[in-house]
């Protein structure tokens, strides 16, 4: 199942991408190192440098019916 991810920098705007479960578990293995990390999402591929990366964020994607949410 792919999820949505937001990887932040030092530098320059975040990057959004779709990501599969065990693409996302080997960037979140990868944090930490040092080099480059390649991230294969669902439109391409993405060569990261560790030492740049400040933060992942994945984001929940709740299967939600209709136009609004009910309080």
Known sequence: ???RIS???QAS???ALRV??????RLHDAL???G???VTA???????????VLWVRTENEE?????GLTT
């Open 36 to 38: 480059w990390h390649e």
């Open 63 to 67: 299967h939600r019916v209709g136009f």
């Open 7 to 9: 990887i932040g920098f």
């Open 1 to 3: 199942m792919a999820q």
């Open 20 to 25: 599969g479960d065990e693409e996302l578990r």
């Open 42 to 52: 669902e439109d391409g591929s993405v060569r990261l440098n560790l030492a740049h």
């Open 13 to 15: 705007p975040p990057l």
């Open 32 to 34: 930490g190192g040092e």
